[in-house]
């Protein structure tokens, strides 16, 4: 499981975002924060989402890697 970046709270992995419902409502309010999950999710399905963690963009560049 992947981890909210904000309070740390396990979220699925299959998850569009990064971050809790709780913490992403706190941050945007919920009409926002589902407006971006929506976005999001249309994005993934169109395939025009990168859905690469970050911690294996790390792994895999030669740039973080010096």
Not at 27 to 52: K, P, T
């Amino acid at each position: 499981m992947k981890k909210c970046i904000y309070c740390g709270s396990e979220i699925d992995d299959n998850c569009v975002i990064d971050f809790c419902e709780r913490c992403g409502k706190k941050v945007w309010g919920g009409r926002m924060f589902r407006a971006i999950v929506e976005n999001m999710e249309n994005a993934r399905r169109n395939g025009d989402l990168c859905n690469q963690r970050v911690d294996e963009v790390k792994q895999s560049s030669p740039s973080f890697n010096r």
